[in-house]
């Protein structure tokens, strides 16, 4: 979590390609997550999404290795499979500050905005 605010604020200083982890993608539509776990590496990493309230959040997941999806403040928590691809969708119906994890490979993968 510091990590990451330390990231985007350097990213917002810099303007651009300050922090290589980081990306910003912003939507007021639907927002689509691909997130791949291989080798003990969760990408992407600290990424920002700022959606607005109402919209559809999809996270497709690849993995080589057993793990769990976790939305913070949404809590939903979803087991992975190795080897088997997972996907789900909520709607992103709470503002706020939401943090994306893995929690065996224990990685934030995101932080979704909504607002
Ligand atoms: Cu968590």
Avoid: W
Avoid at 50 to 69: H, L, M, Q, R, Y
């Amino acid at each position: 979590m510091r990590r990451a605010f330390v990231c985007l604020v350097a990213a917002l200083l810099l303007l651009a390609g300050a922090c290589s982890t980081t990306t910003t993608p912003t939507a007021s539509g639907p927002v689509t997550i691909a997130v791949t776990i291989a080798k003990g590496k969760v990408s992407p990493s600290g990424a920002k999404y700022d959606v607005s309230k109402g919209s559809t959040v999809t996270i497709n997941v690849t993995s080589d290795s057993a793990d769990i999806i976790h939305v913070h403040g949404y809590e939903i928590e979803k087991d992975v499979v190795a080897g088997t691809p997972l996907s789900f969708t909520f709607t992103a119906d709470q503002t706020g500050s939401f943090e994306i994890e893995t929690h065996v490979v224990e990685a934030t993968i995101a932080t979704l905005n909504v607002r």
